[in-house]
């Protein structure tokens, strides 16, 4: 580069002579603390979507009290709370052919309003149908801006923060379990639907800020000009933007198509490069769902009714949750100091040794009356292994793994493949406990736990450190971290519909 000024090397910014340093520390400072913004904004998406589905078990036991201000049977109450998952699920699908094409910050300026008239829906709804309809309404614009937020956070993250900043969705997931029981607890269900209506309102007037992301803008065919806006806005402004805008393109491939249709986009995961990730990160999410803990956390009450302890079931369940609240902020904390797989291997045998000693606790719950602390202490370590482990891993490998080229369509996917998971566990766990038995549960949660170990050992690259773009060269064959030729992950359609790599 002629003259003095900044160079880009793995998305950090470094001077050279010439450069007024007091400007560029101050330029980016200010990118940080957009960064910030922005990680904060589309992290209410995971508030707004942990909050609404914990708020199911408000309406569950206020709607089927005698003095209910609303008169439906139980099996209506079931409705309404099992609704929501299903149109979360299907705002998965709507959200993979709307963020190719509007992008993560357009989709969050659409669906926060309509989540937030969803809410309001429900607060003054006269009868059974309304309230499920906007039960449903809540579930589906979640659904719609979960994955499109999360993408975003990893595309305008630097590389040292970007830990810290994907970690931020499981801490306001967590603000949002509780604040929906505390809320529903202090104010009741139909006003606390009017609370848990800000949080949308708020994610909209934040969004009204932010610029979308350059790797998307790039993507789509936008002029480099408005890139090149938004790497400086993230960035600040000595950030060599035309640096990063030249690997953005690499990483795509020269023909990219950026009017490619989600068929043809799909038809990528052909190619090693999107597929193998791509799995990786479904085989994460099948870990998270069947380990244990998620479940642990979510049937709480039962486990601790079940497992004894405490004289009221929910002050476990209290507890809990804050030790889940603490161990995410910890793995916030840790998040871009230790390894990713090094977190999943922890987890899996922590975990698998929590749930050997909660299963052992059931068949030998007699004995152990008197040493109730030990049981408790291993749902406990279960939970907080899971909150630092695979739960925190998979938001983030979310964002660093999917290619650029793949990733607004895949997420969603990805996302449908998690609410599927999830509701084929949150439905067949009573069964499983009610007719195999609770200790053979956790047997199969052990084993598990082991297998989330050998993953993380053998399966899972290390991310820790690399620029999005270096992280997608690694799933190249024969191709080594230092190379420089672009990488061609794009599609053309011949005439029978089949695709083939250019």
Not at 173 to 186: D, I, K, N, R
Not at 197 to 206: H, K, N, V
Not at 209 to 215: G, I, N, Q, V, Y
Not at 291 to 319: C, K, M, N, Q, W
Request: charged share 15%.
């Amino acid at each position: 580069m002629a003259g003095g000024g900044p160079s880009h090397e793995n998305g950090v910014t470094r001077s050279t002579p010439g450069t007024d340093p007091a400007g560029r520390g101050r330029g980016e400072t200010r990118g940080l603390v957009m960064q910030v913004l922005a990680s904060i904004t589309s992290s209410m998406a995971n508030f707004c979507l942990a909050g609404s589905l914990s708020f199911g078990g408000v309406l569950a036991d206020q709607l089927t009290t005698e003095d209910a201000d609303l008169n439906i049977t139980k099996t209506q109450v079931s409705w309404v709370v099992s609704i929501f998952s299903i149109g979360s699920m299907l705002g998965f699908i709507v959200s993979s052919y709307a963020s190719p094409r509007l992008g993560a910050v357009r989709i969050m300026q659409l669906s926060s309003p309509a989540a937030l008239a969803a809410w309001v829906v429900m607060a003054f709804s006269p009868s059974f149908w309304s309230l499920l309809a906007g039960r449903a309404m809540v579930g589906l614009f979640n659904g719609v801006c979960m994955g499109p937020a999360v993408a975003y956070m990893g595309e305008v993250s630097s590389v040292r923060i970007r830990g810290y900043l994907t970690t931020l969705p499981l801490v306001n997931g967590c603000m949002g379990v509780l604040a929906s029981y505390l809320f529903g607890w202090l104010v009741g269900w139909r006003h606390a639907c009017l609370v848990m209506g800000a949080a949308p309102a708020l994610q909209f007037l934040m969004s009204l800020l932010l610029p979308r992301s350059a790797k998307w803008l790039i993507s789509k065919g936008y002029p480099e000009e408005e890139a090149k806006r938004s790497l400086r806005f993230y960035q600040g402004e000595g950030f060599d933007a035309d640096g990063q805008i030249r690997e953005i393109r690499e990483s795509l491939g020269g023909d990219h198509k950026h009017d490619a249709s989600v068929l043809e986009v799909l038809c990528l995961l052909r190619h090693r490069q999107n597929l193998v990730p791509f799995l990786l990160v479904l085989a994460m999410y099948m870990f998270f769902v069947f380990s244990g803990g998620s479940s642990t956390s979510s049937f709480a009450p039962v486990v601790f009714r079940d497992l004894g302890g405490f004289e009221d079931p929910y002050l476990g369940s209290i507890l809990s949750g804050t030790v889940r609240v603490i161990s995410t902020v910890v793995a916030l904390l840790i998040m871009d100091r230790v390894e990713r797989r090094t977190l999943l291997m922890v987890n899996g045998i922590g975990g698998a040794a929590g749930c050997l000693a909660t299963g052992l606790a059931f068949v030998y719950k007699a004995e152990l009356a008197d040493h109730a602390w030990v049981p408790v202490l291993a749902v406990l370590v279960i939970v907080c292994l899971m909150s630092t482990g695979i739960c925190t891993v998979v938001f983030v490998m979310l964002s660093e793994l999917l290619p650029n080229a793949i990733r607004a369509e895949v997420g969603g996917v990805c996302l449908l493949f998690f609410g599927a998971a999830n509701f084929v566990m949150m439905y067949s766990f009573p069964l499983a406990v009610s007719r195999l038995g609770i200790p053979t549960v956790y047997w199969f949660f052990t084993g598990m736990h082991l297998l989330l170990f050998a993953f993380g050992k053998v399966c899972l690259p290390r991310t820790r450190g690399k620029s999005l773009e270096e992280i997608q060269k690694m799933f190249v064959k024969n191709i080594v971290l230092e190379v420089t030729e672009p990488v061609g992950i794009h599609v053309e359609t011949n005439k029978a519909g089949d695709c083939t790599k250019l």
